[in-house]
């Protein structure tokens, strides 16, 4: 297994690994990711509809899959694995607070966390398996080893993985890779470089 | 009417997140679904909050909701004569 490439985005900083992509001063995160948005020229109006975490885990998904050739890969054959410690908290109180007067259908479908892999499922075509942990702290190994299963069990060449945690909108992080079943790639995919990889 | 038609631009814009779009990029007699300006069927469960929250209208018959819905001249023709 291999790394592709990878994104984080932290602290208004969007990096690949090897460069600082995208810098904002606006802390804010929806606004730092609808600028970066607007600056790349992406055209997927769903995007506005998003929840915070939901743009967090799309933009960094956008920065993977940036120069792959798609079409190397089947729909069936690209899978997601993703983990987080906050669920969708902070969503799961704004649907709360708009319970009081009447429910928000727009927010309570954002109250499943596993709803930001849909969205990238729907921009990028993919029809992968796909699964979402929540786990108290960020753990490499429940990623790695959930990754080398799909991998082992199933027709899948390609996983996008990572951590995707959104608590406020000046505390959010992503950390994503792109991983091949191949021996080729930026570097080996172990439990190591998925801790130690950081921008 | 033209008034109304205005402030539920507005409010349609500000309620399903259409950042991208303007209130005049919008047309009075656009289908709003569709190949119109193709909101989809949790936009269909904001409109019916906004009718309800917005000018005390209760939509609860889908069929209804799909003629109500139609456009934005329809919402205002309904609006106007239930409220």
């Known amino acids: 297994m291999h790394i592709l490439k990878y994104c984080f985005v932290s602290d ?10 995208f810098k904002s001063n606006d802390k804010d995160l929806k606004s730092f990711l609808k600028e970066f948005y ?11 509809k998003m929840d915070a975490q939901c743009k967090l885990a799309f933009i960094a998904a ?19 694995i993703f983990a987080n410690s906050e669920s969708t908290l902070a969503t799961d109180m704004s649907y709360w607070e708009s319970t009081k007067d009447i429910a928000s259908p ?3 479908v954002y ?9 990238i499922a729907i921009k990028n075509k993919i029809k992968g ?21 799909v991998f082992q069990n199933t027709t899948t060449k390609l996983v996008v993985v990572g951590w995707v945690n959104y608590e406020s909108e000046t505390n959010y992080f992503a950390k994503l890779f792109l991983v091949s079943k191949s021996e080729i790639g930026l570097f080996p995919f172990t439990i190591d470089n998925i801790n130690n990889l950081n921008k | 009417m033209d008034s109304l038609i205005e402030e539920l631009k507005i409010k349609l814009i500000e309620q399903l997140n259409l950042e991208d779009m303007e209130p005049d990029e919008i047309e009075a007699d656009q289908a709003l679904f569709g190949d119109g300006l193709g909101l ?7 409109l019916i909050v ?27 023709e309904y609006i106007k004569a239930n409220s």
């Open chain 1, 62 to 80: 956008e920065v993977l899959f940036r120069d792959v050739v798609r079409e190397q890969y089947k729909n069936e054959e690209i899978a997601m």
């Open chain 1, 106 to 108: 727009a927010l309570f």
């Open chain 1, 38 to 48: 607007k600056s790349e020229k992406l055209e997927y109006p769903k995007f506005y």
């Open chain 2, 40 to 46: 989809d069927s949790i936009d269909a469960l904001e």
């Open chain 1, 12 to 21: 208004a900083e969007i990096s690949d690994g090897s460069k600082i992509l």
């Open chain 2, 50 to 76: 906004l009718m309800e929250r917005d000018y005390g209208i209760k939509i609860t018959d889908p069929n209804k909701g799909r003629e109500v819905f139609a456009t934005l001249t329809s919402m205002a």
């Open chain 1, 129 to 149: 398996e796909n699964y979402f942990f929540v786990s108290e702290n960020f753990d490499a190994q429940l990623l790695h080893q959930q990754t080398e299963i």
């Open chain 1, 111 to 119: 109250t499943l966390p596993n709803i930001l892999m849909g969205e």
